[in-house]
């Protein structure tokens, strides 16, 4: 029953669909360069999909096509076409070829999701925070907070999303990869890159109005680059650190009471009525229970309508120390 199959113009009608299915494929640039373990694996998944799904799709559009313009009915012909009953030997055959193809699918795929979530035992933790609009990253193991995510190359990285405020999501294309930020939940990815670079952290997910400004990035360096960035990131955050202990040291040092009062009269008299001897917007001072500790902290801090701020440094000794003289 196969001997009257023309395969010449079924032949013909396939390399026309193929030609015009894979020049869709072939001209366009469908994706950027993988340049993560992940994404290798990724691509190649979605071209073995995209190249196998070719060949089904021009063996069947080109029977179609065929038998369209063979079997079509003539322009006077109103009769019922005669009844089929089906071919079992075909059935069975485009049931049983296309049920393969799709456990090859199930397992390819199985095996690219479960190379891409191996864990690495060396694996460097960052901590990713979406917020309205920005990106933070943080890095536990050495206690910094960065606004660019800067990572070695050949390293596996495990990226811990979390949203401080509504739904995100991290996509960097280059990687191949990308995951919802979620308020309350840890999200994991894993990425482990293969080429040095700078790439965009792009916000995946519609989050409000500054969504497609939601822009951050990610640098790709050595190991030996990585090591040193942290040391001076480290170090950076110690400065800081020393430079408020330093800071704290002026505040808790003994004021002069003179100068506190030039302060206080600046900062403080507009509320505090008559340097503190009368009730103005804020309350009388002479006769404070207030503890040296307690008015340093409110100085500092502020309390109900008092802003805080108002002195720091020696300043804030100062108007301690005159506070102290009149209470
Ligand atoms: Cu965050 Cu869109």
Known sequence: MYKNVPFLPLAVIGIIVAALTAGQALLIDWLPPADSEQAERTFTLLWFLFWSSLIFFVIVTAVLVYA????????DDLEDGPPIHGNTKLEVVWTVVPSIFLIVVA????????RNEALAADRLNVDVYAQQFNWTYGYPDAGIETGTLVIPEGRQVQLNLRARDVIHDFWVP???????AVPGITHKLWITPTKQGTYPVICAELCGVGHSVMRS?????SAKEYSAWIARATAGVKATAAASAAAATLETAPGD???GKVVFEAKCSGCHAELGAKAGVGPKIVGTKLTTDELRTQIKNGKGAMPGGLATGTDLANVVAFVESIK
């Not at 369209?68 to 322009?75: E, L, Q, S, Y």
């Not at 280059?174 to 919802?180: L, P, R």
């Open 68 to 75: 369209v313009w063979k079997w079509r009915a003539k322009d």
């Open 107 to 114: 397992v390819y795929g199985y095996i690219v999701l479960d």
């Open 174 to 180: 280059e990687f191949g990869i990308k995951g919802d």
């Open 217 to 221: 990035q990610v640098k790709v360096v």
């Open 257 to 259: 009471v003179a100068a």
